[in-house]
């Protein structure tokens, strides 16, 4: 019977590891499936399928949904892993520089283990619906109640196709100012913004209060500020708020006409620099103290906005393609950013005397930074009247510049001949005085700086002093 048994034993265990190696050697077995799909043909960017929408030009059916087959192609920017977003994706059009973008409504939670930021996906259009809602343009389902409603979990992945392209990392676009980040091409782009901080962190205290969803104002150097949304279910909705400032990465949206943002991580707040005082883009952090001293008039270092401007003779105002180039100037402080392309040779800005220059003074002295395809030209006016001309011409290194010869009206002619390239790098412009007697009755003009006509500028001027 033993005997027996050890056979009967070892012949099934022979049998199955037969039937084991059968099995593998299977050409019929199946593999593990993929959660993503070969890519369809895209036939619609973001930016032609919201064209589209605001003309009128969409083809619907009766329900008001896409009638087409369209397919778009898009990337995740946006994250619901945290809780801060709640049953949308914010999508763009490109991994960098993108050009526009839109959201899409999803009754479903934990979408990022679906759609993970960065990963590309594309959309059947077809029975879903695009409308602007509040400000945003959206793609939902259709809904009775709403202009655009969720589309159901269950059809998700119907409509909504992750591709098998790697995931890739989102660049986000780089503004210096709230100005500049919010507006309409923004809307729905992942962006970073520097040279801001939280206005109330020692009263706000934390990101967000619990079950609640929150407003946390952020202020830039000029004194704009924009609404963060934080949701009481998002897992930092405790953590302190950063009293420092710097720079945070979030997703612009709009409700009706009001700007706010949102952060998918506490990650996207690098707030640490020193607070800054707000007031028409002041910047005492940047820059070396130094370059404060000897100005020639109020303001003119740029980190002050408002001492400039009211430095400015009004009779003649400032160009709308002269701004506050927060953290463009040296250091990281502030310049006068010039970037435009003017139609006649233009004062950019007269200056009037809101210092007293010493009777001493030998030199003016400037910085320029960027590229132009004429160059500028420099007026000093004389305590005598009229003024004296000084013409930059070619500007690519460090230049020191004598007054030009006077005309028939006493005055030196203004020139833009020349170009200017200095090739990512500040360069010294030096006025050299000599021979001018320069205005020093206060509220008389003192300095104007000129343009020439119907071509392009690109520069950032800083620290104008005079010693």
């Not at 329900?63 to 914010?90: H, P, Q, R, W």
Request: include cysteine.
């Amino acid at each position: 019977m033993n005997t027996i048994s050890k056979l009967t034993i070892a012949s099934l265990l022979s049998l199955g590891l037969f039937i084991t190696q059968s099995c593998v050697q299977d050409d019929d077995y199946s593999t593990p499936p993929i959660d993503c799909a070969d890519k369809l043909t895209a036939n619609i960017t973001i930016a032609d399928l919201t064209t589209k929408v605001t003309s009128g030009q969409l083809k619907l059916d009766s329900n008001g949904a896409v009638a087409e087959d369209l397919v778009m192609d898009a990337y995740v920017i946006s994250s619901d892993e945290t809780g801060n977003f709640y049953k949308t994706i914010s999508l763009q059009d490109k991994v960098e520089n993108p050009t526009t973008g839109i959201q899409i409504e999803i009754d479903g939670s934990n979408l990022y283990t679906s759609y993970p930021l960065g990963a590309r996906i594309q959309i059947r259009l077809k029975g879903l619906v695009v409308a602007k809602d509040r400000g945003i343009m959206k793609i939902g389902s259709v809904d009775p109640q709403y202009a655009v409603g969720r589309i159901p979990s269950i059809n998700m992945k119907k409509y909504m196709i992750k591709t098998c392209d790697p995931v890739k990392t989102i660049t986000p676009k780089v503004f210096n100012s709230l100005s500049e980040a919010l507006n309409a091409g923004n809307l729905n782009t992942l962006v970073t913004i520097k040279n801001i901080q939280f206005q109330s962190p020692d009263t706000d205290k934390t990101y967000g209060v619990e079950a609640t969803t929150v407003n946390r104002v952020l202020v830039d150097k000029t004194g704009k500020t924009v609404a963060l949304r934080n949701s009481g279910y998002a897992k930092w909705y405790n953590e302190e708020l950063p009293k420092g400032s710097g720079e945070i990465t979030v997703v612009v949206s709009i409700y009706n006409s009001t700007y706010q943002v949102y952060i998918r991580d506490t990650k996207d707040v690098k707030f640490d620099q020193p607070r800054f005082d707000v007031g028409g883009g002041q910047n005492p952090g940047g820059g070396n103290n130094s370059e404060a001293a000897n100005l020639l008039f109020k303001g003119s270092d740029f980190n002050v906005w408002a001492d400039f401007l009211a430095s400015i003779n009004t009779s003649f105002g400032l160009k709308g393609y002269a701004t506050s180039g927060v953290g463009l100037g040296r250091d990281n402080s502030n310049g006068l950013q010039i970037k435009g392309t003017p139609d006649a040779n233009d004062y950019v800005f007269t200056a009037i005397n809101t210092l007293t220059p010493a009777s001493t003074s030998k030199k003016i002295t400037f910085y320029v930074k960027g590229t132009s395809a004429k160059s500028l030209s420099l007026n000093v006016y004389r305590a005598a009247g009229g003024y004296d001309v000084y013409n930059v011409g070619d500007l690519s290194s460090s230049v020191t510049l004598t007054k030009a010869a006077l005309n028939s009206s006493n005055n030196g002619t203004n020139s833009y001949t020349g170009t200017i390239d200095t090739k990512g790098e500040w360069v010294l412009v030096t006025l050299d005085l000599t021979g001018v007697d320069l205005m020093k009755t206060s509220g008389q003009d003192v300095f104007a700086l000129k343009v020439g006509s119907k071509s392009a500028y690109d520069l950032v001027i800083d620290n104008i002093k005079i010693d």
